[in-house]
């Protein structure tokens, strides 16, 4: 009775629970009928033992979490067990799976109700410590735990499951039997069920793909301390190890047949791709299909008739790259232990692939700008360069060529930079190789660029540089298998000499009379007359034209010498002293001398009268 009221407790706190999941929802899932159940028992268990509680080692979390899931399951699947006042036994029989409408949840319920008898004892186990009472109720559950453990295993040797899942089972309901004999004391019963699954576990973990062995591998090493524990108590004389007595005892009959079915299986549900030497499995089925389909397609680009065809179809088979791309990032978001340290030997089968494909997409980028610059792509014979040409029907000027090979060179920076390749040699030689080849080809079209504003000695330049980039990348024995244009860079070459002398012998022929912005990437031009220029010979087009440039009818303005205007128009301005004192006025000087006489006279100051 404490059981089900501790159940009943848990159930009525499903609605306020936070670990009930979104994936534990689906209940509108349908399957087809006949279909053989694969069900990755340890993978599940251990995932779901991780995202609720047992990280902590929280067992009463992960015990509530399975009362909640089995009540789910059980809603979903219309095997209820009564109703609220009346409780009626109902059991996951093979009788569930003959129906045409069975679905593999119902093998999750006896593994969800083995799971919470497990954890309900383990719980125990940890408050035995101060309450030794509580080890007897840890057996009980341990025993509840082998009956669910067995339902589980009989419900998987039938038909409707595959040899993996059956595999899996038996590894299962043996490690829970020999949890039980441990606590019992049966130490020998103990270590021949938990070797018996860490044989299964071995088996399983050779049968399978690299990135599905680490959890196989894991609960091998978890079950060594146990063993050796057994072996302890047993005696040296014991012989666990002896797979034969096993054998005899008819515990491992069926392991050898079942991990051949196992691998062939896995063979066929996955499909392997290579590169650059190492060997991945893909799962997603969306890779898979990507995959397949870029097998052939550079047949399909060989019978494209023109560029936009090509260009098209490119472009759609980079949507499906995307696609695949996305479905392996949503796979490692899902589990973090595929994540890698960044380093290429330690990289995980799935970061791998990650980069595989996203090498692939920035590869499918780069042909398809590569067969833009195609479609308008200036003739590497003809020395006399057009000013445009064509792409994708529009009048296109050289630089635009060049802006285009700027987008094939940030393409080629982020190959350089693709996770997990930075410490390999020969990829970054590749790489570097194929960046100085573009660069070449960029400073071509900005060469030719620079002679349609018959700036020659800078388009010259260009030209060196060109020359130097491509005669570097002929000379590299690091060759991209994608990408080889060596035959493309030699030629080029050769028309890089005409083109250079081309452009020297304009220079010379006529006078450079243009003030060059460097800054602002302007030139601006202004050129002698004819009257100027007679002792020198000059090819002058505009002579021929209706303006011919001859003669400058309308001559410069000089500076003359000429009265200066500035102090003329100065002088309105200037500001006087008042003078009226110094001026001589009728009348008025005497009348003010004779007043100042008479009061100097008065007081006997200065002059003649006051001596």
Same mark, same amino acid.
């Given at each position: ?16 629970? *936070?670990?009930?999941?979104? /994936? ?25 033992? #991780? ?29 209820? #067990? ?68 067995? #339902? ?72 060594? *301390? ?72 550079? !047949? ?118 693709? #996770?997990?390749? /930075?410490?390999? *040699? ?64 030699? !030629? ?84 006087? *002293? ?34």
């Amino acid at each position: 009775m404490v059981e089900s009221k501790s159940e009943k407790a848990e159930i009525g706190k499903e609605n306020i629970n *936070p670990d009930i999941k979104d /994936e534990d929802m689906d209940v509108d899932e349908d399957l087809n009928p006949g279909k053989v159940f694969n069900i990755e028992i340890l993978r599940v268990i251990k995932d779901l033992q #991780q995202q609720h509680g047992l990280r902590h080692g929280d067992y009463q979390r992960y015990r509530g979490y399975c009362s909640r899931r089995v009540k789910r399951l059980r809603k979903t699947l219309n095997l209820s #067990q009564g109703d609220k006042r009346h409780y009626k036994k109902r059991d996951v029989t093979l009788a569930n799976l003959e129906r045409d409408s069975s679905d593999e949840r119902l093998i999750h319920i006896p593994l969800m109700l083995a799971e919470r008898a497990w954890a309900y004892a383990m719980q125990l186990r940890q408050e035995s410590n101060t309450e030794p009472r509580k080890r007897f109720h840890l057996v009980g559950k341990l025993r509840k735990a082998t009956v669910y453990a067995l #339902q589980l295993q009989e419900l998987c040797n039938s038909d409707f499951c595959d040899a993996r899942t059956k595999l899996e089972a038996e590894a299962y309901s043996a490690w829970i039997h020999g949890s039980l004999h441990f606590e019992l004391s049966l130490w020998k019963n103990a270590a021949e069920n938990l070797k018996k699954a860490q044989v299964i576990y071995e088996n399983l973990a050779q049968a399978l793909p690299e990135e599905e062995q680490a959890v196989y591998k894991a609960k091998v090493d978890e079950l060594n *301390p146990s063993l050796r524990y057994c072996s302890y108590n047993i005696g040296e004389n014991a012989s666990m190890n002896d797979l034969l007595e096993m054998r005899g005892q008819g515990m491992l009959d069926n392991l050898s047949h079942l991990v051949a079915q196992t691998k062939t299986e896995s063979m066929e549900a996955f499909q392997t791709t290579e590169w650059r030497g190492r060997k991945v499995t893909v799962r997603p089925e969306k890779v898979r299909l990507f995959l397949l389909s870029i097998q052939d397609l550079t !047949k399909s680009i060989e019978k494209a008739k023109g560029y936009p065809e090509k260009i098209e179809l490119l472009e759609n088979v980079l949507l499906d790259c995307k696609d695949a791309v996305s479905a392996i990032k949503d796979e490692i978001k899902q589990d973090p232990k595929l994540r890698s340290s960044g380093d290429t030997g330690t990289m995980t089968a799935t970061q791998y692939l990650l980069t595989y494909l996203s090498y692939t997409r920035l590869k499918l980028t780069l042909e398809r700008n590569l067969f833009m610059v195609a479609q308008g792509k200036l003739s590497l014979d003809d020395p006399n360069v057009p000013d445009k040409v064509q792409i994708e029907g529009k009048k296109t000027k050289p630089q635009d060529l060049s802006r285009l090979y700027e987008i094939i060179l940030q393409n080629v920076s982020e190959m350089q930079q693709l #996770q997990g390749m /930075e410490a390999d *040699p020969v990829y970054q030689a590749e790489i570097e190789t194929l960046t100085q080849s573009f660069k070449s080809f960029r400073c071509y079209y900005i060469a030719i660029t620079l002679l349609a504003l018959k700036r020659w000695r800078d388009a010259v330049a260009m030209y060196e540089r060109s020359t130097k980039y491509a005669n570097e990348a002929v000379a590299s024995k690091a060759i991209s298998p994608d990408f080889n244009l060596r035959d493309e860079l030699k !030629k080029l070459v050769q028309t890089i000499e005409s083109c250079k002398f081309s452009a020297h012998a304009n220079s010379v022929l006529e006078e450079d009379t243009q003030e060059d912005s460097v800054l602002y990437g302007k030139a601006t031009k202004s050129s002698k007359p004819l009257y100027e220029r007679l002792s020198m010979y000059k090819e002058d087009p505009s002579l021929n034209s209706r303006n011919p440039n001859v003669y400058k009818l309308t001559p410069e303005m000089q500076p003359i010498p000429a009265k200066p205007l500035f102090f003329d128009l100065a002088l309105n301005f200037v500001e006087f *002293p008042s003078l009226e004192d110094k001026i001589e006025q009728k009348g008025g000087d005497k009348q003010k001398a004779g007043m100042s006489g008479f009061v100097k006279g008065l007081f006997s100051w200065g002059g003649s009268g006051g001596k």
